[in-house]
Structure formats: C-alpha cells, structure tokens
C-alpha cells in the first residue's frame, strides 16, 4: 500500500516539474542558468544537469525516504501469511536459498 502512494507521489512531482514553467518555459531548477558566464554551448549541460538533480530530488523525497521509514518500522509477517506458501517463497528448499535460523531477528 506504501509504495502505491509513494509511486503516485513522484510521478506528480514528476508532472509538476514538466508543467510548472515559468514565460520562458524553464523549470525551477533552470531558472538562472542563462546568466551563467562561460560558453554559449555549456548552458544545456547545466540546464540538463539542474533538471536532472531535481528529478533526483523528487525521487529521494517522494519515493526512497518514505518507503525507507516504513521499512525501518515494519514487524514480521503476520501468521496467515506466513501459513500460505506462495506468498513465502523467499527460501527454502523449492527457492534453493536457505531460510535463516529462527534465532535470528528481522
């Protein structure tokens, strides 16, 4: 369930990187890279590059983090689905993995 809202959360943040253009049609993240000094041809390296750390930025924000918080959160699997072996083919022997002992914490 985590992941479908967080999945949902960057793909509008990736839509309102693309829709939110100022008269320029330049995102917020290359806004300013025209009055850089240096070569004309540099300016789509940085623009490129400031696009692309945005995206990145969504991505850690809307996606890694959360999912991250619940991972850390997150208890063992609960008794029935524990009883269903197709939703535990993680080891074993039809995986071909073996199963950690019962000793050890998850």
């Known amino acids: 369930m ?6 949902g959360l960057i ?3 990736f839509a309102s990187i693309r829709y939110f253009l100022d008269d320029r049609g330049q995102t917020l993240a290359e806004r300013g890279a025209d009055a850089l000094r240096g070569r004309a041809g540099r300016t789509w390296a940085v ?15 809307g996606y890694t983090f959360p ?10 699997w609960n008794a029935d689905t524990q009883k269903r072996s197709y ?12 199963c950690p002992p019962t000793a050890v914490k998850r």
């Open 2 to 7: 985590n992941e479908a809202l967080t999945t």
């Open 11 to 13: 793909f509008t943040a």
């Open 47 to 61: 623009r490129a590059l400031a696009v692309t750390g945005m995206v990145q930025l969504a991505m850690f924000l």
């Open 67 to 76: 999912n991250t918080i619940v991972g850390f959160h997150s208890t063992q």
């Open 87 to 98: 939703l535990t083919y993680t080891c074993g022997p039809r995986v071909g993995r073996p």
